[in-house]
C-alpha cells in the first residue's frame, strides 16, 4: 500500500510540476508555424498537375516543384505547369537545382537522365547521348560551373564551359556502394548521401574526397549513440554553417566537423528515424521530412524540437508539438490540413517554410519568425 | 477524511487499471515482432563481448504510413501486370545493346547455358522466369484475378550491368504500369530495384538475391521469400566451428559483391568465435585457374576453405585443391549446390559442405506436385530458382487477390503474410518481411548433395570427419 500512495504522490508532483512547467513564463519556447495554405491537385481545381511532391526549389519569391508527373512553378498564387506534353523530357522530376550564375534550371529525372530548362526550352541528357553515369538519377546540384549529379551507378559531374563529364564510383572514390542519393553543393564543400556508403565529402579546394560511416559497421545496431553517422543507409546530406546534417531511415546525424551527435525517435522529437530528407536551416536547427512528419530541430543547444503530423488518421488538422528530447512541452493546433504527413521535401522561402508530401503541398507562414527559442 | 483511504483505493485500482492498459497498448503489437535480429545466436552477436548497443534495428514490422491506400482502383483494365526483372539474356551485341533472340529466350521452354556471355547469372534467371511462368499460368488456369482478368507477366531483363537494371524497374513502374514486381538474382541489381521501388511505391519480392543487407535497409515496399545467407553462414559456421570443431580456415572467395557481402556473417561468426579467417583472398568472375592463391593457403597450414561464388569457380577452386594433394573440408555457397559443380568436381571431391536455403529432398504433397507440374511444363525438374520464384510470384498474386489493384493495399497484404506455406516448405517473416527458416546444411557424399537441418547435424546420430 505504500508504494502505490508513494506512486501516487510522486505523480500528482510531477503533474504539478509539468502543470507549472508549462505555466511558466520564463520557459523559452521555439516558433512555431501554426499558419499553412495547403495545395492539392483538388483543391487547386487541377493546377497543381500531381499530388506526389518529390523536390521543392525556392527561387527567390517563387517556388519550383517536381512532382511525380511533371514539373511545377509557383508564383504570387499562380500555377504554370510542364508535363510531357509541354516538352518536359519525362516525367518524374525528382530533384531540382537552380544555376544563380546563368539563370538556368537543372532537372534530375528519375529513370530518364537530367535536364537544363534554358529559355523555356528543355536540353536532355542521359547516359546514351552524354557523359551521364546512369539516367536512374536521384538528385543534382551547382557548384561554380559544375553541375554534380547523384546517380544510381555513382556520381557524375558536368562543366558547363567545358562540356566536360567526370565519373566517380567505386573505382574513383571512396564508396564501397556506388547507390548515390542526394547532393548538397555549397561554395566550400559538396556532400553526397550515398545509400550504403554513409557520407562523401568532396572538398573543392583540396580536390579530394573524404568519407563519413557508421564506426560500428553494422546494419542492425548503433553501438553508441553520438560515435559517428548513425547509419551507412544515408537519404540526403545538408551542410550549413559549417554544420553536416545527414539523415538516415535509421535517424539523424550531426557533425561539426569535431563531434557527432546522434539522433533515434526515442530520443528526440524526431517523430520517425525513417528520414526522407534533411534540410538544414541553420548550424542549430534542421527540418527532416519523416514518414510520419516533420522534426524541426530548433535549437541544438537545448535540444528543443517541434514536431509537425497528424496526431491520429481522423484528425482534420496537423498538431504542432513543442519537445524537450523526447519530452512534450506543449502541443499547438495548426490550420495544416493536408491528408497525409508522409514528408518528402522541405524548402524555405524567407521566414516561410514549403513542404511537399506524398499527397499535396503546403506553405506555412512565418510571420514573426524568430530563430532558436524566445 | 474517513473517506480517504476509500479515495485511495480506487485511485490505486485506477492506476493499477490504467498500467494495465499501458502496458497491454505497448505489448498489443504485431506478432512478428522479435527481440533478437536474425535468429542471430548470441556468440555472433556483435560486439556481445563487449556492450549492450544503445539501439537495435529491425525488430519492429515496418510500416508504410503513406497516402497510396487511398488511391482508387482503375476503372477497366484488360490484364493484371506482375512485373518480372531478372538476368535472362546471355548474350547482348555490344554495338548497339541487341539482346540476341530476347523472344525466342522469353519464351523457350528448355534453356541450356552453353557458356558465359553477358550475364553470368542467366541459367539462374531463366530458371526464376519459369518459376514465374508457372505461377502466373496456373492463376489464370484457375480464371485469372479475381475469376474475371487475367495476370500478365511483364518480362525485364537484367543483364547484370549496373547501367541498364535501375531503368529496367522505372519503365516497369511508369510505362508498364505493374501492379508488383518480383526479381532479381544479383545483390547489386537488387538494391539498385528497392531504391526505385522505394521512391515509386511498388512491392517487390525478392526469390533469389541471399544477400542479408538487402533487406537491412529499412525499406517497408520490399519482401524475401527465400532463406539468406545471414541464415547460410550461421548454419554453416555452427557445423563447421562446432560440430567439426575446426579452427583454421581460409576464405578464397569471388571479387565481387556477392563474394564480399554473403560471406560477411560467416567470417563474422568465426571472429567472434575465436577463429577469424587465417586469410581471405580473392578471384576474379569468370576465372578458372586458381593454384597460385591455392598454393598460398596450402602453406599456412590451414584445417578448411571456404568459397563464395558462381558454381563453376567453386567447382574449380574445390578440383585444383585436391589435385594439390588438400583434402581439408571445402565450404561454400548454395550457388554450388548444383549439377554444374557435381559435373566438374567429379567423384574425388572429398569432404565437401554448402548452405542451403531449403529442403529438396521434401515429400510435402505441395512440393511434389510442383515438381510434377513443372516437369511437365518445362520437361525439366525445378531448381532452387524456380521453386522460390513460384513461392514468391504466388504469394504477390495471393496479396494482389485479396488486396485488390492498390499497390499500397497488396503491401500491407504481403506484410500481413507473417508465415506462408509454399512449395519451398513453411515460411516464417520477420518483423522486416524476411523469410527467416533456417537454411540446411547440403553434404556432398559419393557425388550427391545430401542435406541436412540443424536439428540432425547435432543431433548425435551424424558422423562427420574433421
Not at chain 1, 528543355?122 to 553541375?147: A, C, R
Not at chain 1, 497528424?310 to 495544416?336: C, F, H, Q
Not at chain 2, 498474386?397 to 500481413?416: M, P
Request: contains cysteine.
Amino acid at each position: 500500500m505504500k508504494y502505490f500512495i508513494l506512486i501516487i504522490s510522486q505523480l500528482f508532483i510531477s503533474g504539478i510540476t509539468s502543470a507549472w512547467a508549462q505555466a511558466d513564463p520564463a520557459i523559452k519556447i521555439p516558433y512555431v508555424y501554426t499558419e499553412w495554405e495547403s495545395f492539392t491537385t483538388e483543391s487547386t481545381n487541377g493546377a497543381l498537375v500531381n499530388d506526389h511532391i518529390f523536390f521543392l526549389k525556392a527561387d527567390r519569391d517563387s517556388l519550383w516543384v517536381g512532382t511525380e508527373n511533371g514539373l511545377m512553378l509557383y508564383h504570387e498564387g499562380n500555377w504554370k505547369s510542364w508535363t510531357e506534353k509541354e516538352g518536359l523530357p519525362w516525367r518524374v522530376v525528382i530533384g531540382i537545382a537552380k544555376d544563380q550564375k546563368t539563370g538556368d534550371l537543372w532537372l534530375a529525372l528519375f529513370g530518364e537522365g537530367i535536364a537544363r530548362f534554358s529559355g523555356g526550352q528543355f536540353e536532355h541528357f542521359t547516359q546514351m547521348n552524354s557523359g551521364l553515369l546512369n539516367d536512374v538519377v536521384y538528385n543534382l546540384d551547382i557548384e561554380g560551373d559544375n553541375v554534380w549529379i547523384a546517380t544510381t551507378a555513382g556520381i557524375s559531374r558536368y562543366n558547363q564551359l567545358t562540356g566536360e563529364w567526370e565519373t566517380y564510383n567505386e573505382r574513383h572514390a571512396p564508396m564501397e556502394e556506388v547507390w548515390v542519393y542526394n547532393v548538397d553543393a555549397t561554395p566550400e564543400k559538396v556532400f553526397f548521401a550515398v545509400w550504403g556508403s554513409g557520407i562523401l565529402e568532396w572538398d573543392i579546394k583540396d580536390q579530394d574526397w573524404t568519407e563519413y560511416l557508421d564506426p560500428d559497421g553494422e546494419m542492425e545496431i548503433d553501438l553508441y549513440r553520438d560515435d559517428g553517422l548513425i547509419h551507412v543507409i544515408t537519404t540526403a546530406a545538408s551542410y550549413v554553417d559549417k554544420i553536416l546534417w545527414a539523415s538516415t531511415y535509421f535517424g539523424l546525424s550531426r557533425y561539426d566537423g569535431r563531434n557527432w551527435r546522434g539522433y533515434h525517435d526515442h530520443d528526440s522529437g524526431l517523430p520517425s528515424v525513417f528520414i526522407n530528407f534533411v534540410l538544414g536551416r541553420s548550424g542549430s536547427s534542421s527540418y527532416s521530412c519523416t514518414d510520419k512528419g516533420l522534426g524541426v530541430l530548433a535549437d541544438f543547444e537545448t535540444d528543443t524540437w517541434v514536431t509537425y503530423h497528424r496526431k491520429t488518421e481522423d484528425a482534420k488538422y496537423w498538431t504542432a508539438d513543442i519537445m524537450v528530447g523526447k519530452e512534450l512541452i506543449k502541443s499547438v493546433e495548426t490550420n495544416l490540413d493536408l491528408p497525409n504527413h508522409f514528408m518528402i521535401a522541405v524548402e524555405f522561402m524567407g521566414t516561410d517554410v514549403w513542404i511537399g508530401t506524398g499527397h499535396g503541398l503546403a506553405r506555412g507562414i512565418g510571420k514573426d519568425y524568430y530563430p532558436g527559442l524566445r | 477524511m474517513a473517506r480517504l483511504p476509500l479515495l485511495i483505493l480506487i485511485i490505486e485500482i485506477s492506476l493499477i487499471l490504467g498500467f494495465g492498459i499501458v502496458l497491454k497498448s505497448q505489448t498489443d503489437i504485431p506478432s512478428q515482432t522479435d527481440s533478437i535480429y536474425g535468429k542471430t545466436p548470441q556468440e555472433y552477436e556483435p560486439y556481445h563481448r563487449f556492450t549492450k548497443p544503445y539501439k537495435r534495428f529491425f525488430l519492429t514490422p515496418l510500416e508504410y504510413p503513406g497516402y497510396g491506400r487511398h488511391i482508387p482502383e482503375p476503372a477497366r483494365i484488360d490484364s493484371v501486370k506482375i512485373g518480372f526483372i531478372g538476368p535472362i539474356i546471355e548474350n547482348v551485341y555490344e554495338a548497339d545493346g541487341t539482346p540476341v533472340e530476347i523472344a525466342l529466350r522469353v519464351n523457350q521452354e528448355i534453356t541450356q547455358w552453353d557458356g558465359y556471355y553477358t550475364s553470368y547469372l542467366a541459367p539462374l534467371g531463366m530458371k526464376m522466369l519459369q518459376g514465374s511462368q508457372l505461377a502466373v499460368e496456373q492463376a489464370n488456369q484457375n480464371g485469372g484475378y479475381r475469376g474475371k482478368i487475367p495476370f500478365q507477366l511483364v518480362v525485364r531483363n537484367d543483364n547484370g550491368n549496373w547501367r541498364s537494371s535501375g531503368e529496367e524497374v522505372v519503365k516497369l513502374v511508369y510505362k508498364d504500369s505493374v501492379w508488383a514486381i518480383l526479381g532479381t538474382i544479383d545483390g547489386q541489381n537488387s538494391h539498385i530495384l528497392i531504391r526505385v521501388a522505394l521512391k515509386a511505391e511498388i512491392p517487390v519480392m525478392n526469390t533469389a538475391d541471399t544477400d542479408p543487407t538487402f533487406i537491412e535497409t529499412n525499406i517497408p515496399w520490399v519482401f524475401r521469400c527465400i532463406t539468406d545467407d545471414r541464415q547460410m553462414c550461421y548454419a554453416l559456421a555452427d557445423f563447421a566451428f562446432k560440430k567439426l570443431g575446426l579452427k583454421r580456415i581460409a576464405a578464397l572467395r569471388a571479387k565481387n559483391r556477392y563474394g564480399r557481402m554473403s560471406i560477411d556473417e560467416f567470417r563474422d561468426a568465426a571472429t567472434r568465435l575465436g577463429f577469424p579467417f587465417v586469410t581471405e583472398l580473392q578471384y576474379e568472375e569468370g576465372d578458372t585457374s586458381f593454384s597460385s592463391q591455392l598454393k598460398l593457403i596450402k602453406d599456412l597450414g590451414v584445417d578448411g576453405i571456404i568459397t563464395y561464388g558462381n558454381s563453376r569457380e567453386s567447382a574449380l577452386v574445390l578440383k585444383q585443391m585436391r589435385q594439390l594433394g588438400m583434402e581439408q573440408w571445402f565450404f561454400g555457397s548454395d550457388r554450388m549446390v548444383t549439377p554444374e559443380f557435381l559435373q566438374i568436381v567429379g567423384k574425388k571431391h572429398g569432404k565437401v559442405a554448402a548452405g542451403y536455403t531449403y529442403y529438396p529432398d521434401s515429400q510435402d504433397p505441395k512440393y511434389l506436385k510442383f515438381q510434377a507440374d513443372f516437369t511437365e511444363r518445362f520437361g525439366e525438374k525445378p531448381e532452387t530458382y524456380a521453386a522460390h520464384a513460384y513461392d514468391g510470384m504466388s504469394m504477390l498474386i495471393d496479396a494482389i487477390e485479396k488486396a485488390g489493384l492498390n499497390r499500397a493495399l497488396i503491401r500491407d497484404q504481403l506484410a500481413a503474410m507473417t508465415s506462408y506455406h509454399g512449395v519451398t516448405g513453411l515460411k516464417k517473416f520477420d518483423p522486416i518481411f524476411n523469410n527467416r527458416t533456417p537454411a540446411v546444411v547440403a553434404i556432398l557424399k559419393n557425388g550427391k548433395f545430401e542435406f541436412y537441418t540443424q536439428e540432425e547435424i547435432f543431433s548425435g546420430k551424424l558422423r562427420f570427419e574433421n
